[in-house]
């Protein structure tokens, strides 16, 4: 079973900083594009940033300058490195794999079950 799991998430403070880290297990030969999405009460869930399996990277205008994304291919893992925190950053995080490879030509999309992110004024 191929899983994502997240970590890091939790309450800053306005201006603070916070590092989101997420991990694939299970029986995987191959992971593209890895991302992270976030969904504030009562808002639809919108992608913050993603990154290729080659290192190209993307991100929503309202966190440019202030987000990195990055990715450890060996350890199967994504980060969100959050700076610059604003109340308005405050969500639920996904991290998400769009194909996550279990077989040479068998893929899955996968998302991680989420992290609160909560930034006080």
């Known amino acids: 079973q191929v899983q994502l799991v997240e970590s890091g998430g939790g309450l800053v403070q306005a201006g603070g900083s916070l590092r989101l880290s997420c991990v694939a297990s299970?029986?995987?030969?191959?992971?593209?594009?890895m991302g992270w999405y976030r969904q504030a009460p009562g808002k639809q869930r919108e992608l913050v940033a993603a990154i290729s399996s080659g290192g190209s990277t993307n991100y929503a205008d309202s966190v440019k300058g202030r987000f990195t994304i990055s990715r450890d291919n060996a350890k199967k893992s994504v980060y969100l490195q959050m700076n610059s925190l604003k109340p308005e950053d405050t969500a639920v995080y996904y991290c998400?794999?769009?194909?996550?490879?279990?077989?040479?030509?068998?893929?899955?999309?996968?998302w991680g079950r989420g992290t609160l992110v909560t930034v006080s004024s």
């Open positions: 998400n794999a769009d194909k996550i490879y279990y077989t040479a030509s068998q893929w899955l999309e996968v």
């Open positions: 299970g029986s995987i030969v191959k992971i593209n594009a």
